[in-house]
């Protein structure tokens, strides 16, 4: 079983940076693809970044990308979304999320853990 702890998020301008961290407890983590995904209130949740086991493999949305980097550290148990460039529409609670298995993926059906979610407020 996989906890993922995320931290980090917060109120900051337009146009600010913010990085959030997510801490995972399991034994598993260097074999875990690892996600980001956010929602919106009223809105559905979506993928925001993702990286595969090793980090090789990155994904990112159109609407952040050249603005979000996802990275990992897996001596650290540690997934990071460092957030540059911040719009007020990327306002949302900010999840992440681990498979069982090292591939990364996109779809948030593909994930088996969640952490509890971040919040991230961009005001204008």
């Known amino acids: 079983q996989e906890q993922l702890v995320e931290s980090g998020g917060g109120l900051v301008q337009a146009g600010g940076s913010l990085r959030l961290s997510c801490a995972a407890s399991?034994?598993?983590?260097?074999?875990?693809?690892m996600g980001w995904f956010r929602q919106a209130p009223g809105k559905e949740r979506e993928s925001v970044a993702a990286?595969?086991?090793?980090?090789?493999?990155?994904y990112y949305a159109d609407s952040v990308k050249g603005r979000f980097t996802i990275s990992r550290d897996n001596a650290k148990n540690t997934v990071y979304l460092e957030m540059n460039s911040l719009k007020p529409e990327d306002t949302a609670v900010y999840y992440c999320?681990?498979?069982?298995?090292?591939?990364?993926?996109?779809?948030?059906?593909?994930?088996?853990?969640w952490g509890q979610g971040t919040q991230v407020t961009v005001s204008s």
């Open positions: 999320a681990a498979r069982r298995i090292g591939i990364g993926a996109v779809g948030d059906y593909e994930y088996d853990f």
């Open positions: 399991g034994r598993t983590f260097s074999s875990n693809a």
């Open positions: 990286i595969n086991w090793s980090g090789r493999w990155t």
